[in-house]
């Protein structure tokens, strides 16, 4: 064959041959392959509004930094551009499959991660999933996700997984061995029984967990209620939103939030406050960017951090830490003064307007100043955009609610809500934002306050007979604990025995010394988990437990979204649902339970929750239900409140609530620095999971605190180099990062990261009203380490 | 006061999300279209190309993202509207009630395949690799290749016995169906030397003696008998072992290897290269029986009862076609093959000095190199085609003229002249080519009064085998009387005998090794299926083999680079070894039959990695750009500026 083309070495590259682009181990761009569509450049820029793609002169996309690698522009691995690139120029570095895309096994289901929902397309070959897509199934994230979502599945099939029951067959000093299924549920029920029957049954006590199915934890508080016989259950949104449920109950009636995804889509206004959103809830804030740049909504922030979302507000509000009340007080001042409050919804909906308006009065924007720093230009202006708007938003995070005035913190925001009369039409209301995928349905299922599923009042006689006739035993009298309580009653002598589902209060809780001294302790721990955590090192018996991905099952979103989990491979070795394992031990213990399939425990969950009566595995294809969803014709429920509330008198109540600075672990002179903790964009919870996945693990593989400048030059701490936080309770030695995105005076760490955790640092002190802890204020101090 | 009371009244409307749609600027006021004749409702403000979807009508497009606003860059999504000139974007015109679309015409398919190939001149890739495709045994050849260029040489093998567990044999005698279709081609005239570059992954990682096989699975206590050790048996033993079955090989000559052993001469394939490997298979606990002949030594029938739970036949294409013409029974004139048997077992061959191979494939190409190192000074290759049309590779033809070997073509046998009852010499007609005939070759025809004499000490025929079916002393078995093969379902590769399977030559008739080594192992995937229970859907699903649809788009590299020569042993050197021929008897320590290839050096190695253009896209089978290509007939070489790709 003749040759025509001819190409010589020394000849400049066609830009069709350059080397790819790189974001290492994520993906990487392939000009052979590119057809110049820019599809990845605009949906990184109208999108994720990251500045990352240019178009070269050759016309083919280029890297900002005129690099090759990703790791020299703002590019966070979302990895947008791959699923937007219609060839394979874009290609996924973290497939691990052989068999073209087209001949894999493809399972649609929800992500594992936090409590967005995003539909995911799971793709599998033989038996294991080899790559994960956006779905377009749910209107929660329309085809948008992170870089968990999308890169960081591999923990599935991660080596460490359990495969098998383990168990100490000679007492606490015993190591922990393989054990049949059989020998391990006989010895769990047996231990159960023999300390319910030595101590009662308010010794023994169970953690739930946020990130298993509702199905999972339905028939895990069954199992305390009816098997252990107590109400001691509680799980980890004790440490999260607890303080957001508080509040919302008391101001408006229900603990969940007003508002969707397609809302936030529509609002043309933002209060978004203590939230981190595109770190902790990434897809929620490219949903925020579409109503800002698509149809010019306006944002606030109010953060002590420079957080990424400032970059994208009108104005940003920079309170110290803990004034979040003077400032929302504030905002409401200035939006009834200039006449902004809507008169006709606070006559026709609200109650006690009087008795806020009056205590509303000395937050004058000067006196608001004072107190928080916030300059109170800036504080008007905020509160003209949320005040003016015609569709307000408002969302919050552990910014509002991790402090001894958590409650206080949400209810100000409901007032700024009921204020405004932005709740109950399309485009308005609050999230609260949920950090964990069923954190939601969580509490539905297993609730809060001593509440029966769907919160049904468990001092409430007619309450308690409804599920004393579907169960078949009386309810538990005892009064319940809660998680903080529980792990203090551990280490006091009063809780003998633990039953702890996919949790891991030995990084999660605070002052974690303390958890662990009552861990050890507790007469008997059961532990269940994909992984031998910190927790599930000190228990008795450890149960092996299937991830998302090998189960069928529902999460409920920070939505009210009820979506379908779909079991895409099998779980490893041994490992069983948590349904499973719980229905198993519940039934050796004495009181049997068994279900065919989580769509079964459903039927049982919809007979009893009215607000899941219409909820049923096969009604939820494509975006899932919202509850409230009545009955099985019933299409869902959107948004809440659109005619009234559920409070008594059907009417949203406004709070007085004052800036109370009770001083929350203060900072003085031996530790003048504020610590706060928080959440990295690319590890979840304890970093069980998301430090097993490569790519998550090759980007954040050590927790690294930041620093402000000044604060640097004070304490001669320099970028990379080693500190050391001290607290009254502990200390840790971390790498430091020196940035202005933390104020002057404060420190920020993360709690991802079991060698070095915050929550050494941080003290079991905690709101009062719903004893969320105070994680975002620990005095500390810094120091650098000499290097030896 | 609980939180199920939420909404109290019910409200219908209101609240559940159904009073708008959930997206600025669309609402739910319903409004009815027509797309291709075909009544659509979609809501106000949304676009034809959404409402089109939602009704399940595909309308091409690809830059639409519903995560993005509409741009209308890539003009697929052209559609007509009836009452307007000019053609819209569907992605970009909200839909109205009334309107009528339609969204295929041949204006529409011209200029969406227009736009299609500007794509394509700029996309300098392809979706799945032809090599792979083009290989019986459907290696993924890019991806050892890939390996190779990461020094990881026992991987790369590993790679390749996944699919094939002979690859240091066929490394060096494999035809190369592969690197016809190769992309490189395109580029500098010549494919990636892939078969070279499997010889020498293989030969580093046995050097090294670093492991390639996996652990086979535990074992499941079914057994499985396999009838002939050549490739195909060989091939359906390894997989067969993989997975945990008990495998005894019935071999009926004294060592495995079937054609492997006595049909490919030693300078080619050294009997210490296939005993190496042959090994590695029975090191998975095969067991090898020899000297078994089906039909003496045990039946077809008895196997059962002798606990096998299933059968392979894979006994080849062995007897040799007669030829038909007369004197061929004189001494002196024999087949090719067991001439070439015959040298390979070590037995002293004296074929004078005069010797004339009939035929043009792989086999006569082997007779006479192999008669050049037996001592024949005047060796003749006669073939009634021309070199174009000869099946053995050509640079085995090559190596032929470097051997000193005449070739004389569009020459065809006549008679064999015999004197005392041998041999003296061959009369031949010359030949001219006609008209195609079935083979897609142009036939020969006698020029008749052409008729010449050439004098011969032996004459070996070389023009193809057949299934030796007599010695199957097959009972029951199905045969096709035609071929004179065995017959079985295409789709599950059993014969009409209930667990009796076969494959390779004897379906096939004679073909190439590395069509008989993929042929054993769908054959070991049928049996695996078929002894886990499946019945013939299941054992055909297990081995269903997806053929990718390609389309041509042309090729473009970085630079220039033709294929790495392969190494040869210097020409002289091998005639002077000829002379002091001793006429076989020892081959493995014969200097005449040293191999003659050598193989290539890390570096050159690396070098001709380098060269593959890696054609394996992750996209392949979702990509737009794919689909629409082949479904629009898009894909052009237009831009190389000549017709390049064949």
Same mark, same amino acid.
């Given at each position: ?13 066609? !830009? ?7 974001? #290492?181990? /994520? ?102 999933? =080899? ?35 383990? @168990? ?75 303080? %957001? ?51 010019? *909504? ?17 104005? #940003? ?40 308006? $009056? ?9 608001? +100043? ?10 008007? +202006? *905020? ?9 307000? @938003? ?95 009653? *551990? ?79 099998? !779980?490893?070795? $041994? ?51 919202? #509850? ?61 999971? %998301? ?14 605190? $930041? ?82 | ?50 409402? *089109? ?223 190496? $490997? ?8 095969? +067991? ?37 013409? !007369? ?11 067991? /001439?070439?048997?015959? =040298?390979? #077992? &070590? ?33 003749? @290759? ?13 640079? +085995? ?22 004197? &005392? ?69 295409? %789709?599950?590769? @059993?014969? &009409? ?34 002894? &886990? ?17 390609? /389309? ?95």
């Amino acid at each position: 064959m003749n040759v025509t083309l001819e190409l010589k070495e020394s000849e400049p590259v066609d !830009p069709g041959l350059a080397p790819p682009l790189v974001s #290492w181990p /994520f993906f990487q761009l392939e000009f052979e392959k590119c057809i110049k569509c820019m599809q990845c450049v605009r949906i990184c820029d109208e999108v994720q509004h990251r500045e990352v793609y240019t178009v070269g002169e050759s016309g083919y996309p280029v890297l900002v930094s005129g690099t090759n690698d990703f790791r020299d522009t703002e590019c966070n691995n979302c990895g947008q551009c791959v699923g937007a690139c219609p060839t394979g120029a874009l290609k996924d570095l973290s497939d691990t499959g052989v068999l073209p895309k087209n001949l894999r096994q493809k399972t649609t289901t929800i992500c594992g991660y936090c409590g967005v929902g995003c539909a995911i397309e799971l793709e599998t070959e033989m038996g294991k999933v =080899v790559a994960v897509n956006p779905s377009l199934a749910s209107d929660a994230n329309i085809g948008n996700l992170c870089v968990k979502g999308r890169f960081g599945m591999d923990f599935i099939h991660h080596p460490d997984r359990l495969t098998q029951p383990l @168990m100490r067959r000679g007492g606490k000093d015993s190591p922990l061995e393989p054990a049949s299924w059989d020998e391990a549920i006989a010895f769990t029920a047996k231990r159960l029984n023999e300390v319910k029957a030595k101590h009662g049954a308010s010794a023994l006590a169970g953690l739930t967990s946020a990130r298993a199915t509702n199905e999972d934890n339905f028939v895990f508080q069954k199992m305390t209620r009816c098997a252990f016989g107590t109400n001691n259950i509680d799980h980890c949104a004790r440490l999260c939103h607890m303080a %957001s449920a508080v509040a919302l109950k008391k101001a408006v009636g229900s603990s969940a939030p007003s508002a969707s995804s397609p809302d936030v889509r529509m609002a043309t206004a933002f209060i978004v406050c203590g939230t981190n959103t595109t770190v902790t809830h990434p897809v929620i804030s490219s949903q925020v960017f579409k109503a800002k740049y698509e149809s010019g *909504a306006k944002v606030v922030v109010i953060d002590p951090r420079r957080i990424e979302m400032v970059d994208h507000a009108d104005v #940003w509000l920079r309170p110290k830490n803990g004034t979040n009340v003077a400032v929302l007080n504030g905002l409401a001042h200035i939006i009834w003064k200039a006449g902004l409050a809507n008169d006709a919804f606070i006559e026709a909906r609200t109650e006690n307007w009087q008795a806020y308006i $009056e205590n509303l009065e000395k937050y004058t924007p000067e006196y608001v +100043e004072e107190v928080s720093g916030v300059p109170k230009d800036r504080l008007r +202006e *905020a509160a003209l955009i949320y005040g003016k708007a015609s569709r307000g @938003m408002l969302l919050w995070g552990m910014g509002i609610t991790q402090h001894l005035t958590g409650v206080d913190g949400a209810l100000a925001m409901a007032n700024l809500s009921l204020l405004s009369g932005h709740v109950g039409r399309p485009g308005t209301g609050f999230i609260p934002l949920r950090g964990q995928s069923n954190v939601q349905g969580c509490s539905d299922m297993q609730g809060q306050h001593n509440n029966l599923p769907g919160y049904h009042d468990i001092k409430n006689p007619e309450d308690r007979e409804k599920f004393e006739k579907a169960w078949g035993v009386p309810m538990p009298e005892d009064e319940y604990l809660t998680l903080i309580e529980m792990e203090e009653g *551990a280490s006091e002598g009063n809780i003998k025995a633990m039953y702890i589902m996919g949790e891991n209060p030995m990084g999660s809780s605070p002052d974690i010394k303390e958890v662990e001294h009552g861990l050890k302790k507790l007469e008997f721990l059961v532990v269940q988990d994909l992984f031998l955590s910190e927790t599930a090192a000190l228990a008795d018996v450890v149960f092996p437990a299937a991830s998302f991905a090998e189960k069928d099952g529902t999460f409920t979103n920070t939505e009210r979204r009820v979506q379908l989990v779909r079991k895409a491979v099998e !779980p490893p070795g $041994e490992a069983r649902a948590d349904w499973e394992i719980i229905c198993d031990v519940s039934t050796a213990m004495g009181y049997p339970m068994s279900y065919p399939g989580a769509a079964e425990i459903m039927e049982e969950i919809a007979s009893l929750v009215p607000s899941y009566a219409g909820i049923r595995h096969e009604r939820l294809g494509g975006s899932g239900l919202q #509850w409230p969803c009545f009955d099985t014709e019933h299409p869902g429920t959107r948004f809440l409140y659109a005619e009234n509330f559920p409070t008594a008198s059907g009417k949203g109540l406004f709070h007085v609530v004052n800036q109370d600075d009770a001083g929350e672990d203060a900072a003085d002179d031996r530790y003048p620095l504020n610590l706060n903790t928080g959440r990295l964009l690319e590890h979840y919870h304890t970093g069980t999971m %998301s430090r097993r996945s490569r790519g998550l693990a090759h980007m954040r593989p050590e927790g690294e605190v $930041e620093v402000n400048p000044e604060d640097a030059r004070r304490y001669d701490l320099e970028d990379g180099c080693m500190g050391r936080i001290v607290t009254k309770r502990g200390s840790v030695d971390v790498k430091v990062f020196v940035t202005d995105k933390t104020p002057e005076g404060a420190i920020f760490y993360p709690f991802h990261f079991a060698e070095a955790p915050a929550n050494r640092l941080t003290s079991a002190t905690f709101d009062k009203a719903s004893q969320t802890p105070a994680y975002k204020r620990t005095a500390a101090r810094i120091g650098r380490i000499q290097k030896q | 006061m609980q939180e199920d009371r939420v909404g109290e009244k019910r409200p219908r409307d209101a609240g559940t999300g159904l009073g708008d749609a959930g997206e600025p600027g669309v609402s739910l006021e319903p409004c009815r279209l027509e797309i291709d004749g075909k009544p659509v409702d979609a809501r106000a403000g949304e676009s034809i190309l959404t409402a *089109a979807r939602r009704a399940g009508i595909d309308i091409p497009a690809m830059c639409a993202d519903p995560r993005m606003k509409p741009t209308g860059d890539c003009e697929l999504c052209n559609v007509v509207l009836d009452g307007q000139a000019d053609l819209v974007k569907a992605c970009m015109t909200l839909a109205e009630a009334g309107m009528t679309v339609r969204t295929e015409n041949s204006e529409l398919k011209a200029l969406r395949k227009d736009r299609l190939n500007t794509y394509l001149a700029d996309h300098n890739a392809y979706c799945q690799p032809p090599c792979t495709a083009a290989c019986p045994a459907g290696i993924d050849i890019a991806g050892y290749i890939d390996l190779i260029l990461q020094k990881d040489y026992a991987g790369s093998t590993a790679l390749i016995k996944t699919m094939l567990p002979l690859p240091g044999v066929l490394g060096r005698v494999c035809p190369r169906p592969c690197e016809d279709p190769c992309r490189r081609i395109q580029i500098d005239g010549t494919p990636v030397a892939i078969c070279a570059l499997k010889r020498f992954a293989a030969d580093q990682a046995a050097e090294a003696g670093l492991p390639t096989q996996p652990e086979p699975k535990p074992a499941t206590g079914k057994r499985v008998a396999v009838v002939g050790a050549g490739p195909t048996g060989l091939s359906a033993a390894y997989y067969l072992a993989l997975e945990g079955h008990k495998v005894t090989l019935f071999e009926s000559e004294r060592k495995a290897g079937g054609m492997l052993r006595f049909g490919i001469p030693p300078y080619r394939l050294p009997n210490s290269v296939l005993d190496q $490997e042959i090994d590695d298979i029975l090191s998975l606990g095969v +067991e090898l029986k020899t000297n078994q002949t089906m039909g003496r030594d045990y039946q077809l029938d008895t196997l059962k009862d002798r606990g096998f739970d299933a059968v392979y036949l894979s006994i080849g294409a062995m007897a040799a076609k007669p030829t038909g013409i !007369p004197g061929d029974d004189a001494e002196g004139v024999m087949s090719a093959i067991k /001439f070439l048997a015959d =040298v390979n #077992w &070590n037995e002293t061959v004296d074929v004078g000095k005069r010797v004339i191979v009939i035929g043009g494939g792989f086999t006569a190409v082997d007779a006479v190199r192999t008669a050049r190192r037996v001592g024949a000074s005047e060796v003749t @290759m006669m073939y009634r085609r021309t070199r174009k049309e000869m099946s053995a590779a050509a640079h +085995e033809i090559h190596e032929c003229d470097a051997e000193g070997i005449k070739l004389e073509l569009l020459t065809a046998p006549v008679s064999v002249k015999v004197e &005392n009852g041998r041999v003296v010499g061959l009369t031949s007609r010359r030949m001219e080519l006609g008209d195609l005939d079935d083979s897609g070759r142009r036939r020969p025809v006698p020029i008749p009064g052409s008729e010449y004499f050439t004098p011969a000490d032996t004459i070996l025929m070389a023009i193809g085998q057949d299934v030796d079916v007599a010695s199957l002393n097959e009972g029951d078995l199905g045969l096709d009387e035609r071929w004179g093969t065995i017959e079985v379902d295409e %789709s599950t590769m @059993m014969t &009409n005998l209930p667990g009796v399977f076969s494959g390779g030559d004897c379906v096939t008739g004679a073909a190439t090794v590395v069509e008989g080594v993929g042929a054993g192992r769908l054959g070991a995937f049928a049996i695996n299926a078929y002894l &886990n229970g499946a019945d013939d859907a299941g054992i055909a699903a297990a081995i269903f083999q997806h053929k990718p649809k390609f /389309f041509d788009i042309g090729a473009k590299a970085a630079s220039a680079a033709p294929m790495n020569d392969m190494p040869v042993l210097d020409g002289e050197g091998r005639l002077a070894a000829f002379e002091n021929s001793r006429h076989g008897g020892d081959v493995d320590h014969d200097e005449a039959f040293k191999e003659v290839e050598v193989g290539f050096s890390e570096e050159v190695a690396l070098r001709e990695a380098g060269r593959c253009l890696m054609c394996l896209c992750q996209a392949a089978g979702v990509c737009t750009l794919q689909s629409l290509s082949i479904e629009y007939g898009a894909g052009t070489t237009a831009y190389l500026g000549k017709d390049a790709w064949k």
